[in-house]
């Protein structure tokens, strides 16, 4: 609905994109080059997901996640992702670049290995948990994966495929049973419940650059085999500048005016569990309108 009095739209579609990625708006834009084309990207927005990670702890003890009767504060989300983040590259010898795949349902536990994993640049592989073993296993294969963090749920599917799956190795969340060679996240970074009592450490620090790889998302394989897709640090990122996006083009079209023009990059307003790059990274120079999901290699 537009403002009272107002004739709908305000503006036009491409009058709102000029307005708004204009130099000084709330979401100017700028060309660069990314892998190799030149394309347009957001000029305040963030350049790493690990920045994103340690804004995120700006909200201290407000809540994060919320599973059952269970609830993880931003704070406590941060402690735990960053006591990941050292063991992944102290202990288990990931590095930039590495594959570390999750599988498991939507436990707070996910949150903390993929954002732990970014943070040091690996390269997460989330899993659809509804997937068969033999297809999980094959994805573990195909992404090459060094490290694999699943659920007790998915760990028994994956049991049959143990010793041909890939050389990945596991971390098995919430088991209820031992299973040798498998050990438990709990015993390295303790249970949800006292994620606020670790240490306040952040994350070792990597050189992380926007294009960088970060997640391989595999496809439903609806007409074939399931194939991973590749997103940037740049492509997740510019999924969160695109929600604030769509909410300020929206209200010019109604006639309620620019947002609010900022003197710095927006505030940390949103870390989302799932780190998502179904957006693009960039608008390139041809169009006029919100592309859709596009991974450079």
Excluded at 3 to 22: F, H, K
Excluded at 58 to 82: P, Q, Y
Excluded at 84 to 109: H, Q, S, T, W
């Amino acid at each position: 609905m537009s403002e009272i009095g107002q004739p709908w739209p305000a503006l036009s579609i491409a009058e709102t994109y000029s307005v708004l990625t204009a130099p000084g708006a709330p979401f100017e834009m700028r060309e660069v080059e990314a892998h190799g084309r030149r394309v347009r990207a957001y000029v305040n927005a963030r350049t790493t997901l690990r920045q994103l990670l340690d804004e995120s702890r700006r909200f201290g003890e407000r809540d994060f996640l919320v599973f059952e009767g269970e609830r993880v504060t931003f704070e406590a989300h941060w402690r735990a992702a960053s006591a990941f983040a050292r063991i992944l590259k102290e202990r288990l010898g990931v590095a930039k670049g590495d594959r570390v795949a999750i599988a498991m349902r939507n436990y707070p536990e996910w949150s903390v290995c993929a954002w732990g994993a970014l943070a040091i640049g690996a390269v997460i592989v989330p899993l659809n948990a509804l997937e068969p073993g033999p297809a999980l296993a094959r994805m573990l294969r195909d992404s090459g994966a060094k490290l694999a963090v699943v659920d007790a749920e998915r760990l028994d599917r994956l049991a049959p495929e143990l010793d041909r799956r890939s050389d990945a190795a596991l971390l098995v969340v919430r088991p209820t049973e031992a299973t040798p060679g498998v050990q438990a996240l709990a015993s390295l970074i303790g249970l949800p419940s006292a994620y606020e009592s670790l240490p306040a450490r952040a994350a070792p620090d990597v050189e992380l650059a926007p294009d960088d790889l970060a997640t391989i998302f595999y496809t439903s394989g609806t007409t074939g085999q399931s194939k991973g897709a590749f997103g940037t640090h740049r492509n997740v990122l510019t999924n969160l500048v695109n929600t604030g996006f769509r909410a300020a083009r929206a209200a010019l079209r109604r006639g309620a005016g620019l947002p609010p023009r900022r003197t710095s990059r927006p505030p940390a307003n949103s870390c989302s569990p799932c780190p998502s790059s179904t957006s693009p990274a960039s608008i390139p120079r041809s169009r006029q309108r919100l592309p859709t999901a596009r991974a450079s290699s």
